[in-house]
């Protein structure tokens, strides 16, 4: 099978291909709800439109959304919710398809994108992502209808900037549609295979870690048990900070297409969304908050069961020289032998140990050599897992270019959240540090933001976090032209301590968004 | 009772509201005995919800609401020759209703939508010189059960005496992309696109009046235009303002505004660059005493000259405007849509007073009629 999930799981697997033509209750719910304009088609369960093609569980959401706002479509939340696992799991897209636009699925928005088209950029990716259309598969009709509805929805679409300088309609039908025909056609190699391939469960024990924004690193045991409804799972998290403050929370999740996890969390009383590939060997993804999506961090999971023993993780990745901190390290295989780590640290103290987690009180001496710090736990060993470091030769942000939007209690406001790596550049390699501590700080990004003192109306940068938190929205009386609390700021993190290695990224804070669909 | 006569209620008890304040007399009936013997200059535009409005602009003063049925939208605004009725497009950019401004009177209504088709139009609109003729473009998609079908635009030729649901004497086949329309006096219609059409609306036949995406000015880039606002019956021209890149690209690349105008007395048509380009103006008309200085308006108002390709002045405004227009004698220039306030400055932009109205005038033009 293709999913590398550890044999422990396989057992559990439930072997029924996506792709199995049955009733079920979103099918007889297209029939009833949808069928009155996508008239059923030759051939079983096919609909006009509808059959013609694929998209992801967001996608064939907004869809529905649309035909709710825009068609006056009267649809129970029950009946939505069974229409989208149904066309999500028989017209979705392969892991493959998928792959390239997990940003966007993720609501990972702070990227800027690229094409491989000349004018695609202006064409479509002017008003939403690119990546939006990415993550359909149609044939070349079904994107030239998709061409038509633009303009018969959204009539201004030919008369925008980057719009209006050329026959947009006509580029659109003639250059785009063939274009999309051909590199997102609706069948293809990876589709029909991902639809034959078995599919398995997810439930079980597993070990997931990330970065809370904030807070910092964290780790939690994950029990995933199914839950009423098809393909549906409720999870608990039991878990702490590095720092050892506890972590704790649970969830419900449905897996689309097989692979697609999708879990609403409440973590330490906050309440998150979480989107996770399940179709790799270690599901990774990112949990997020729905009203603030740049608040979030990235995820890994591993199950608790493995064949074989490895050290996976190390939380902090680094080690600064003269400093005592706590070390978890997260594996398979950890809860034996000997624990070296390597030369000029030492374990002062074993706080917790299991098959798959040690949690150590650790000093780093103050002659510590920098660079790889090689580890021995029993058998295990791991060379480029953990760095030791005197001090940072260079710092990274992320993102290079962050928006934030001002907000209101209807519109809430979207955060600005950066972090900063550090690294050794040594002579062969570089060695990445992973996050290190530094000291925020804002500064006008130009001119004109300097002398609309945007710094002091935009927002408030945590100096200790990275984390902006953007004024109020609206006009503000004490601005020119009453403008809006907006900006144009430069962001600098500085290492603690070493105050000259700095890096910096553009905060452009702006307006609110009015229309927030899962995929923007 | 009709919405005029509520509205002449509420100005009624607005003034006695005022009256301890200052001794207002202006309200609708004052209005209209000034209208018998002389000729008085109003602003007209659309505000939000639905209401078009008549206003004084000496006294500063809110002459005449007129409930508009309908949702609002554009409120691109033009007048009969008489210039007492405003033909406005509206609900949500599907209806063209003729109100008569001295009753609110509704005296022509016409959508473009129905049979499976919907139709709006992007602010083109155009009466022909006579007051006869009434000239629109529908953008059109029809809608079929399960997908929309784009269609050719629609040039739709209207009688202006047909009533409440007017049905097209002629339509002809348009390009694509048309936002405002003129109509000269020798009965050419002019069209803002890609290019500046000239069009015989007897026969829909079309040509290029003035090249703008297809001229061939090799050291020029194509022009861009946002082209929305529909002014010009001051100076009785058709003008579109754009702006232009000089050299792009190379070492002496330089930005400039640029206008495309036709005259609607002569049907001249011309083409030129202005004035630098230095920040953004949403609209443009010309001064009616000397055609080639030029007023623009955005977050700032600018006087531009084309006798020395200079801005004249240039004031920062307290907030966005989109529409400018000026007093039939050039004496002042009044600003308009995008909020909820007109300004008035005189040719020297110094601030003359502001007419703050309930609702925004957002997209809607402003127009000066004289009765």
Redo the contacts between chains.
């Keep these: 099978m293709r999913h590398a999930l550890p044999t422990g799981l396989c057992s559990l697997a439930l072997l029924l291909p996506t792709g199995a033509v049955l009733a079920s209750a979103g099918s007889e719910a297209i029939d009833r709800h949808c069928s009155a304009?996508?008239?059923a088609q030759s051939g079983p369960q096919s609909w006009?439109?509808i059959s013609a093609q694929r998209k992801t569980p967001e996608g064939w959401d907004m869809t529905i959304a649309r035909m709710q706002t825009m068609h006056g479509l009267e649809l129970p939340q029950e009946a939505r919710r069974d229409i989208v696992k149904f066309l999500a799991d028989t017209r979705g897209l392969a892991p493959e398809e998928s792959a390239s636009q997990r940003e966007l699925i993720e609501r990972r928005l702070n990227r800027i994108e690229s094409f491989d088209h000349p004018s695609y950029q202006e064409m479509c990716a002017r008003c939403h992502t690119g990546g939006r259309a990415q993550l359909q598969r149609r044939p070349q009709e079904e994107w030239e209808?998709l061409?038509?509805?633009h303009?018969?929805?959204f009539?201004?679409t030919?008369?925008q900037?980057m719009a209006?300088?050329r026959?947009?309609?006509d580029l659109a039908l003639n250059e785009i549609a063939p274009w999309l025909a051909e590199s997102q056609s609706l069948e293809n190699e990876a589709w029909e295979s991902w639809q034959q391939a078995e599919q398995t469960s997810p439930e079980g024990d597993w070990q997931l870690w990330g970065h809370w924004p904030g807070e910092g690193d964290f780790y939690a045991d994950v029990t995933i048990n199914t839950d009423e409804g098809e393909d549906a799972y409720s999870l608990s998290l039991d878990g702490a900070f590095t720092s050892g403050r506890p972590l704790s929370g649970e969830g419900q999740a449905i897996v689309y297409t097989g692979y697609e996890w999708r879990a609403n969390l409440n973590l330490n009383g906050r309440d998150l969304k979480q989107v996770l590939d399940l179709s790799g060997a270690h599901p990774s993804g990112r949990i997020f908050d729905d009203h603030d999506d740049a608040f979030g961090m990235m995820v890994e999971m591993v199950p608790h069961e493995a064949a074989e023993s490895a050290v996976l993780a190390s939380l902090p990745a680094s080690l600064k020289a003269g400093e005592r901190s706590r070390l978890v390290l997260l594996g398979h295989g950890l809860g034996e032998g000997e624990i070296s780590l390597g030369e000029g640290v030492t374990v002062r103290k074993v706080i917790e140990r299991s098959d798959m987690r040690l949690v150590l009180d650790v000093e780093a001496s103050n002659d510590l050599t920098p660079g790889w710090l090689a580890m021995q736990i029993g058998e295990i060993s791991a060379e480029r897992l953990l760095a030791g470091y005197r001090t940072v030769d260079r710092l990274e942000v992320s993102p290079t270019l962050g928006v934030a939007r001002i907000g209101n209690d209807k519109t809430p406001p979207v955060s600005g959240v950066f972090t900063a790596a550090g690294y050794l550049d040594g002579a062969d390699e570089t060695i990445p540090l992973g996050q290190v501590p530094v000291r925020w700080s804002v500064s006008p990004w130009d001119k004109i933001a300097e002398r609309d003192e945007d710094v002091r109306f935009a927002g408030i940068l945590d100096a200790a976090t990275g984390i902006f938190s953007p004024a109020g929205a609206g006009?503000n009386p004490l601005r020119?032209?009453?403008a809006n609390s907006v900006g144009n700021l430069r962001v600098t993190a500085s290492v603690v301590g070493q105050e000259a290695i700095q890096d910096e990224a553009q905060l452009i804070v702006t307006v609110q968004r009015w229309n927030n669909p899962p995929l923007r | 009772m009709n919405s005029s006569e509520i509205k002449l209620l509420n100005l009624t008890l607005m003034g006695l509201l005022a009256f301890a304040a200052q001794p207002l007399v202006v309200n609708a009936a004052v209005a209209d005995e000034a209208s018998a013997d002389e000729v008085r200059e109003y602003l007209v535009t659309m505000v939000r919800p639905n209401q078009l409005y008549v206003i004084d602009p000496e006294a500063q003063e809110v002459v005449r609401t007129c409930d508009v049925e309908g949702a609002f939208g554009s409120g691109t605004l033009q007048l009969s020759p008489d210039e007492r009725i405003a033909y406005v497009l509206h609900n949500r950019?599907e209806d063209v209703v003729g109100i008569d401004l001295t009753s609110c009177e509704e005296v022509f209504r016409a959508s473009g939508s129905g049979n499976s088709i919907?139709a709006?139009s992007?602010a083109s609109l155009a009466v022909s010189p006579d007051g006869s003729r009434l000239y629109s473009i529908w953008?059109r998609?029809r809608?079929g059960?399960?997908?929309?079908?784009?269609l050719e635009p629609q040039l739709a030729v209207y009688d202006t005496a047909a009533g409440l649901a007017a049905e097209p004497l002629a339509t002809f086949p348009a390009p694509?992309?048309v936002?405002t329309m003129g109509a000269a006096e020798d009965g050419n219609l002019y069209l803002a696109g890609?290019d500046i059409y000239r069009v015989d609306p007897e026969n829909g036949e079309t040509e290029i009046a003035i090249a703008n995406?297809n001229w061939d000015r090799p050291s020029f880039s194509?022009p861009?235009?946002?082209a929305m606002w529909s002014m010009g019956e001051v100076a009785n021209e058709f003008l579109r303002p754009y702006t232009v890149a000089e050299h792009p690209g190379e070492k002496n690349e330089a930005w400039h505004w640029g206008i495309s105008r036709v005259d609607l007395a002569t049907g001249e048509t011309e083409n030129k660059e202005i004035a630098p380009f230095e920040f953004i103006i949403f609209s443009m008309v010309s001064d009616p005493r000397e055609r080639d200085v030029f007023y623009g308006v955005y977050?700032q108002l600018s006087k531009l000259d084309a006798r020395t390709q200079e801005i004249v002045k240039v004031i920062?405004?307290?907030?966005?405007y989109y529409s400018v227009n000026t007093s039939y004698d050039g004496s002042r220039i009044y600003l308009g849509g995008a909020s909820s306030d007109i300004a008035i400055y005189d040719d020297d932009f110094n601030d003359l007073g502001r007419i703050r109205l309930p609702g925004d005038m957002s997209t809607a033009t402003l127009k000066v009629a004289r009765f």
């Design positions: 304009c996508h008239q006009s439109r209808r061409v038509h509805f303009v018969g929805q009539q201004t030919e008369y900037s209006r300088d026959d947009w309609f006009p020119q032209y009453n | 950019w919907r709006k992007i953008d998609a809608l059960l399960d997908h929309y079908e784009v694509r992309q936002t890609a995406r194509p861009d235009s946002l977050t920062d405004l307290d907030h966005t």
